[in-house]
């Protein structure tokens, strides 16, 4: 059996320990360091970044995960101003249905007026509202229902609605049956004055890779328990046992949900619910390469099949990369089923959509990149959800409210308003970042010793 070993070394002050160098476990790091405090951060895989994870394999930059800084506008967006403090270029575009070039299922181009988009989102906005007095366990797949049955989207061509709809399910990473309508109310609130989208030239993990400069990161150190009974905190990582005097956990909720790390003691029964009630989506994308471009100057199109989340919302990144690449970005149980394919099935489906817009006589795609971020480890999963009945505001405040003022909780899922976004994620570490230095300032640290382990293997 494998044994830890503590070789203990004196150290001045508090010892921080993140886990996770996604860009909340970053972005805590990154602020604690700053102000003076000792941190290491352990990540289980062989890079930073987490759900930012930008691919440079065909020779340019893709996204893999995240795409764009959504929310230009909202005040507090971080990324916004470490985007201006980076000098970084980007590409503004709007993700509304109406932005979006549509296929029918014959693969004729219909066209509506921004007008009767605005229509469709404002009878959706107003119906969820008024569901949420009346039955506020309605969700957004009721909602449409009736609207449909009271024929007050009959002006819509299915393929709008199917388009516009998709567009609510990418954001939730769920299904209209699982997206509850007080979700769609906030999500409505907080977008009314959010701005637009933008996608980063050079790759998105510029912003991880500028957070971690000068933080003591050590890879491949997936933890696995974290023993907390004691002043010093004892975190198992390999073979290897850390110890400190705070940890901030910035993993995943999908990691947290497979119960993946061991808390010795158990994790109070409240924060263990809240784990496991907040709901946890899926979202991935399959990235084309092909020899040229077929699409046009377009950037965004939806084609209509049957099914709505096969394949449908589609984006080019010519602009991006100067390349002929295209991607489709699709979500909910599609997204999970789709993970357990093989690539051949996957792409051969995907080509099916773009052959009803464009025609059989596409070229075949020269190169291609799949995410399954659902069997990705220590991900396990797209982004948490708003899920049915589920009482956010409550699970999430409970989430990232600390255990015992020694175990810190970061990452998306954490935050109420702004979780699955990177910027919301940042957020969450900065927020515990000045909880840390509220609960420990450094002018009055008489902490115990940290011991910081180098270890060794014991057979
Ligand atoms: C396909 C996709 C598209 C997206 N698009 C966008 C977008 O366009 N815009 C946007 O704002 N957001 C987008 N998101 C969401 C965004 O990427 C996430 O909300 C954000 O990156 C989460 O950051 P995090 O720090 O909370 O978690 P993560 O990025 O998941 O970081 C957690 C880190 O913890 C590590 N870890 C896990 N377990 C352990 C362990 N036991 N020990 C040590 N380390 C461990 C992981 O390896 C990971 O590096 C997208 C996500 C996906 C999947």
Redesign the pocket.
């Known amino acids: 059996m494998l044994q830890p070993f503590y070789a203990f070394s004196e150290s001045e002050g508090l010892k921080i320990l993140v ?7 970053l972005g805590v790091a990154r602020d604690l360091q700053d102000s003076g405090y000792k941190v290491t951060v ?4 062989n890079k ?5 994870d930008t691919d440079r394999s065909l020779g340019f930059p893709l996204e ?7 929310s230009n506008q909202v005040e507090g967006n971080l990324l916004m101003s470490l985007k201006d403090e980076l000098g970084l270029k980007t590409n503004i575009s709007t993700l509304d249905t109406s932005d979006f070039k549509l296929f029918n299922k014959e693969g004729k181009v219909v066209t509506l007026s921004e007008e009767d988009i605005e229509k469709i989102e404002f009878r959706v906005g107003l119906a969820a509202y008024i569901a949420s007095y009346v039955k506020p366990s309605s969700t957004l797949g009721d909602v449409i229902g009736l609207l449909k049955s009271l024929g007050l989207l009959s002006f819509a061509p299915d393929v709008v609605l199917k388009a516009f709809l998709q567009q609510l399910e990418l954001g939730a990473a769920e299904d209209e049956e699982n997206i509850p309508v007080s979700a769609l109310i906030s999500e409505y609130a907080y977008m009314e004055d959010a701005g637009d989208d933008e996608e980063v030239f050079g790759g998105f993990d510029q912003f991880t890779n500028h957070l971690s400069k000068g933080l003591d990161i050590k890879l491949n ?4 328990k974290i023993n907390y009974l004691s002043d010093k905190i004892e975190v198992f ?1 390999n073979d290897k046992a850390y110890m400190a005097d705070v940890v901030v956990i ?3 909720l999908g ?1 947290l949900q497979k119960n ?2 061991e808390f010795i003691p158990d994790l109070p029964v409240e924060k263990k619910e809240a784990i496991n009630s907040i709901s946890w989506g899926s ?3 399959v990235i084309f390469k092909f020899p040229y471009n077929f699409w046009g100057n377009v950037e965004n199109f939806f084609i209509e099949r049957e099914d709505r989340h096969a394949f449908t919302t589609w984006f080019s990144s010519e602009v991006m990369v100067n390349e002929p690449v295209v991607y489709s970005f699709f979500s909910g149980e599609f997204s999970r089923n789709m993970e357990k394919e093989t690539d051949d099935y996957i792409l051969e489906e995907a080509m099916k959509s773009l052959k009803v817009a464009y025609g059989n006589d596409i070229p075949e795609p020269e190169a291609h990149l799949i ?1 399954r ?1 659902g069997m990705e480890p ?2 396990l999963g ?2 948490s959800a708003p899920g049915h009945n589920q009482d956010d505001l409550k699970l999430r405040t409970e989430l990232a409210s600390p255990v015992q003022n020694k175990i810190f909780f970061a ?2 899922a954490t935050s109420v308003l702004e979780y ?6 940042l957020n969450t570490g900065l927020r515990e970042a000045k909880k840390i230095k509220e609960l420990y300032p450094l002018d009055q640290q008489s902490y115990p010793v940290t011991a910081i382990n180098n270890s060794v293997t014991v057979k």
């Open positions: 886990v996770g160098a996604g860009i909340s476990g352990l990540e289980a895989r930073i970044g987490g759900r930012i893999r995960g995240a795409n764009w800084i959504h150190s997936p933890v696995s990582a910035s993993v995943s990691v993946l790390i979202v991935n994308k995410s971020w220590y991900i797209s982004y990452g998306e699955a976004f990177t910027h919301g994620a």
